[in-house]
């Protein structure tokens, strides 16, 4: 059987727009998968059973996000001599990375709709509280030493911040060509069976854009 297409979109994933491919195929399976087929992310779902897209969407974005970070971790952790305690990947809306008193690092998983460089900094950054845990000169110092560029990066992550906080797993983000980005949700989510995936495709196109100028 010919796979039912439900629309192509796009996700800012590892500073890139990535396509998103809804697929449905015939399956026993009751949950979607996910995997990255010619640069772009594919979402196979079951014709049989109602998913949802955008709870599989996440939880394989927040594995994505540990796997980068873990490595990271490893490779600027030895560089700079540091090692943290234990490591969190999490979902929260106010910060990118965290640092506590007893060495735990925490991370933001949307960082993974960043540039890989972006995400560096954040890496660096947690890493160089270990050293040093005010946001004095010396901490800026050290962040600077293992990161020249990192000016740039905080300004990436500020002007894209409402953008990467907003996202969840279903989230798609667009650039459209006048430079703009757009933000649209998943319709409701979730997918039925088949017989209505016509209809999901219809509310699909017309489903509006939230319009939000780059800075
Ligand atoms: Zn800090």
């Not at 300004?155 to 757009?182: F, I, P």
Request: glycine share 6%.
């Amino acid at each position: 059987m010919k796979p039912a297409r439900l629309g192509p979109e796009a996700i800012l994933f590892r500073g890139n727009d990535t396509r998103v491919e809804v697929v449905q195929e015939e399956s026993a399976r009751r949950h979607a998968l996910v995997d990255v087929v010619n640069n772009r992310i594919r979402v196979r779902v079951p014709t049989q059973h109602v998913v949802d897209v955008s709870a599989a969407m996440e939880s394989w974005l927040r594995r994505q996000a540990k796997a980068d970070i873990t490595e990271r971790l490893r490779v600027r952790g030895k560089e700079m001599r540091q090692h943290p305690g234990r490591v969190y990947v999490m979902g929260q809306r106010t910060k990118w990375g965290g640092c506590s008193r007893r060495r735990n690092l925490s991370f933001n998983w949307r960082l993974v709709m960043a540039a890989p460089e972006v995400l560096d900094y954040i890496i660096v950054h947690e890493l160089a509280h270990l050293a040093e845990p005010y946001h004095s000169t010396k901490f800026w110092l050290i962040v600077r030493s293992y990161c020249p560029d990192y000016d740039r990066h905080r300004r990436w992550l500020r002007e894209h911040e409402d953008l990467l906080m907003g996202a969840k797993g279903g989230s798609v983000v667009r650039r459209v060509a006048d430079g703009r980005v757009t933000f649209a949700c998943w319709p409701r989510c979730i997918l039925l069976p088949s017989t209505a995936s016509k209809r999901i495709q219809s509310q699909w196109k017309s489903t509006p854009g939230m319009a939000t100028p780059l800075a």
